[in-house]
């Protein structure tokens, strides 16, 4: 059974698009199944057999881009930042305009309320458009959920559809959880010299 427009619509809403997922028909044939097309982009475009709408529209979570200034949004990335690092210093308004004006900032909610975020950044370079991923962070109290890796795979399935040929991160050797899913996500350490200048 195909998906109508509207259907397709709300899957991509939830980072869905097509595919393949089944349901039960009914409570009394549980064993029975329709069969919708259905891929799921947290999951780089492999086919995955979920509910409708996928495991996070079950569980209320939902993921967007943020492109306009709104208050409530920098008051909870201020919040997730400092549970990140109580040394950093909270983001201006002016700060957190230039950023999504700039960047690529996704965010993750709990309904309607920021549970995490991860920033895209683009770089164009004389060998072509490439891309930094930066500050993934997950509240305190959602991790361990698996949300960390939708973010993840939320951005680099976003760096596809920007046509970057290759994305780059940094992440400290003790942080070793955050390591272990770059890794698994497909990320390879790369033998250079990092560089920084203080200005």
């Given amino acids: ?82 549970q990140w690092s109580a040394k950093r210093k909270e983001i201006t308004p002016l700060q957190f305009r230039k950023l999504i004006k700039k960047s690529h900032v996704i965010a993750m909610y709990d309904k309607k309320t920021m549970i995490g975020t991860v920033t895209l950044i683009e770089l164009h370079k004389l060998s072509g458009l490439k891309g930094i991923v930066e500050h993934l962070m997950i509240d305190e109290k959602y991790r361990g959920r698996g949300l960390g890796e939708k973010l993840m795979k939320y951005s680099v399935n976003l760096a596809k559809k920007l046509e970057m040929k290759n994305l780059y991160l940094t992440c400290e050797p003790e942080r070793i959880a955050a390591n272990k899913l770059y890794q698994k996500i497909g990320f390879k350490a790369k033998e250079t010299n990092f560089y920084q200048l203080t200005l």
């Fill in 1 to 82: 059974m195909r998906l109508g427009a509207h259907s397709k619509s709300a899957l991509r809403v939830h980072g869905m698009d097509e595919g393949r997922v089944r349901f039960p028909v009914g409570p009394q044939n549980k064993n029975k199944h329709r069969t919708h097309r259905v891929r799921c982009l947290f999951c780089l475009q492999k086919p995955v057999f979920a509910i409708l709408l996928g495991i996070m529209k079950r569980e209320g979570f939902n993921i967007k881009i943020l492109k306009n200034f709104r208050q409530n949004d920098l008051k909870e990335l201020n919040d997730i930042l400092l």
